[in-house]
Nanobody, 119 residues
């Protein structure tokens, strides 16, 4: 399974970006999607999770600014990020948990997309 993020870039503080992530390859079923980020010198942290049943969880400090969604027909998930601040600068990673077949569950990471917010 290949996972590719897109949509990162440079934005001014207060601006918005929408990240996309697509999965391809042998996928029988998509379970959970997740977005994580890693700022320079810091550990990777959860941004948002969206389960196969549609349950959503956000990192507490991001609630109200970030919105995650999924479109399994396109094997994709999205992260709408609003009111960005320099503290949101990080590499953003997509994670997807799939069943490649009925008995083969896999967890996959993308290579990341960089988000830079200028003050």
């Amino acid at each position: 399974v290949q996972v590719v993020e897109s949509g990162g870039g440079l934005v001014q503080a207060g601006g918005s970006l929408k990240l996309s992530c697509t999965a391809s390859g042998t996928i029988f079923k998509i379970n959970d999607w997740g977005w994580y980020r890693q700022a320079p010198g810091k550990p990777r942290e959860l941004v948002a999770l969206i389960s196969g049943r549609g349950g959503i969880r956000y990192e507490d400090s991001l609630k109200g600014r970030f919105t995650v969604s999924r479109d399994d027909t396109r094997k994709a998930q999205y992260l709408q990020m609003n009111s960005l601040t320099p503290e949101d600068k990080a590499d953003y990673y997509c994670n997807v948990d799939v069943h490649a077949d009925a008995n083969n569950e896999q967890n996959n990471w993308g290579q990341g997309t960089q988000v830079t917010v200028s003050s």
